[in-house]
Structure formats: C-alpha cells, structure tokens
C-alpha cells in the first residue's frame, strides 16, 4: 500500500519512483526555512582538520596508494619498510624505482582509462532512463533540477561490449591486472587534474558556491554544486558510472587472469567478481534514489569526490581479489 508522507519539499507517495510534482503553492517555502538554507550555503566552520588537514590528506593520499600496491605486488602483503636508519634513502630509492619502472602510463593504461571514461559518459549522454527530480535547491532559487538516471542501462551495456571485445580477442580483461600500476598512475593524475579543471571553471564562470577563501581547502570540499555537462549531473555521473565499473573490471580482469595461468578460477575470486557485480548492479537499480540524497542537494563537488570516484576507491576496494 503506498502511503502519501507529507515533507517539507512536496508530497512523496510511498514510492520514490511515484513522486508526484507539486503547486508551487504547496512547495513554497517559509521564512524561517530560507533563512536556514542561506546559513547552510555560506562556509561557516572548517571540517577534516581544516586547511592544514585537507592539504596532509591531499600530499598523503597517492603514495598511500602506491606504498599498497608496491607491498603487494612485489612483496607479497608485507608491509615494507626501511631496515635502520641508514636504509632510509635506499628504501625510498626502491619504492621509487617500483614506481618508475612498474606504473608508468604506458599507452595501453592511458587509452584504457580514457576509453573507459568516454564510454561510460558516452552512454551516459545517449541512453534513455528514468527521470527523477531532485530536492529544490536554495542556490538555484528553488529550482528543481532533473536526473536521467540510466546507469542500469549503461551498466548492461558495458557488459556486453566487454564480454565481445573479449571474446574476439579485441580487448583481454586479463590486461587490465598485467597494467594495474600503469593504469593506477594514469587515475591518479586523472583526479587531480579534473578537479582542477572542475575548480577553476566554477570560479572563473561565477557557480563557485560556499567558499572559504582558502584555495586548498576549497579545492578539497569543491567549488560548484551542480557541475553538468549538457543532460549528464557530473556528481551523479562519477558517483555511480565511474568506481564500482572499474572496481568490478579489475576483480573481472583478476579472474580471467587467474584463468589464463592455472586454467579454473577459484571459489575466493568468483566471489569477489560476483560481490562487486552484484554491488554495481544495486547502485544503477537504485539510481533513481540518489538525486535526492545530501549527495546531490548539499555536498559540492571538490577533489575529496573526485579523486575518491576515480582513483581512490577502484584502486583502493580490490587488494582481496589481487591478493588472491
């Protein structure tokens, strides 16, 4: 039975997907309720340590990523360090040489990265899906924003054409483990670098929203609030469309290879392929869901998404899979 709940942005009935438009008369917004949301929209207090916090974080975040993967693809698990004092330049010496030699961004990591990402905004342009209007937003004068949420269509497509490109032997997903630190490197500069595009474009074009005036600690919390290009909401987009497809191409890609040099796949990694599938295929079912979570309405768009979206968590979720 769908029960009509009365909130403070409209009726909702029972079911998100039956939300209903509302009379500008019902959605119209108290006093006291736009006083509140100009409070939230102005940068009041500093959170993650402030400036000093969010630059540690920032400087930490891509050696962390390499030290991981270096203990585990060359020192099986162990968590290396320098063996005394007088160890300490060799060591990192040999880190950075594991670095130089064994995760550049060699072509093939390049093009696979970037190809990914322009499917996946590709699909994201031209697949049809569920519109779903997202919460008034102060900012925007209480303008409801629309989401064309196809990402259950855009991940099945994915899986079709992977499942081709590797059959025919056009595309192996086994490459995509044998170029793991390459391809790793390649997210990493890829993060940074959106986020300084998605930064300075909100600044110099007048969205930049909430800032506190300091540039690091802008930078990490974001500068827009709504980034779009044309239909596509960017937030959204990364989000969903981005980590979890590669998080579950590289458990994918760990599996194939596992066949490719013994012949069967074990119990532990069709597991963790299946997890992750299963992951993934949540997230695009329930897309619908996010545009009206803090996500989409409150949080901006900075470099503690980004970076995360496209490097952090694909790189960091999949240690169990290429441990195994």
């Known amino acids: 039975m769908s029960t009509a709940v009365n909130t403070s942005n409209g009726i909702i009935n029972g079911d998100l997907r039956k939300r209903t438009n509302v009379s500008k008369s019902q959605n119209n917004v108290t006093e006291a309720g736009r006083l509140t949301d100009k409070k939230l929209d102005q940068h009041t207090s500093y959170e993650f340590g402030g400036p000093v916090g969010v630059t540690i974080m920032i400087a930490i975040f891509p050696p962390l990523m390499y030290y991981f993967w270096i203990c585990l693809w060359f020192y099986d698990g162990t968590l290396v360090h320098p063996n005394g004092l007088g160890d300490i330049v060799p060591f990192f010496g040999r880190m950075w040489r594991h670095i130089i030699e064994d995760a550049y961004p060699d072509a093939w990591s390049t093009t696979f990265y970037i190809g990914l990402m322009a499917f996946q905004l590709f699909l994201a342009f031209i697949m049809p899906g ?15 924003l629309m989401y064309n949420c196809n990402a259950l269509g855009c991940w099945y497509a994915t899986l079709v054409t992977s499942a081709v490109l590797h059959w025919y032997g056009i595309f192996r997903l086994s490459g995509i483990v044998d170029h793991f630190g390459g391809i790793m490197t390649v997210s990493i500069l890829w993060g ?133």
């Open 130 to 144: 569920y519109q779903q209007e997202g919460l008034p937003v102060p900012s925007l004068g209480y303008k409801t």
């Open 192 to 324: 940074f670098g959106l986020s300084l595009v998605t930064y300075w474009v909100a600044v110099l074009n007048g969205t930049a929203m909430r800032m506190s005036g300091n540039f690091m600690y802008d930078f990490w919390m974001g500068a827009p609030l709504n980034p779009r290009i044309g239909n596509v909401d960017m937030k959204m987009w990364q989000e969903v469309r981005v980590p979890w497809v590669l998080l579950f191409y590289i458990c994918l890609s760990g599996a194939c290879k596992q066949y490719d040099d013994l012949g069967y796949v074990s119990p532990n990694v069709a597991f963790m392929v299946l997890a992750t599938g299963l992951y993934m295929n949540a997230c695009a079912k329930g897309e619908e869901c996010i545009p009206q979570t803090w996500d989409m309405f409150h949080e901006k768009d900075g470099f503690m998404l980004i970076f995360w979206n496209f490097a952090g968590v694909p790189f960091t979720y999949c240690y169990p899979t290429l441990y195994m």
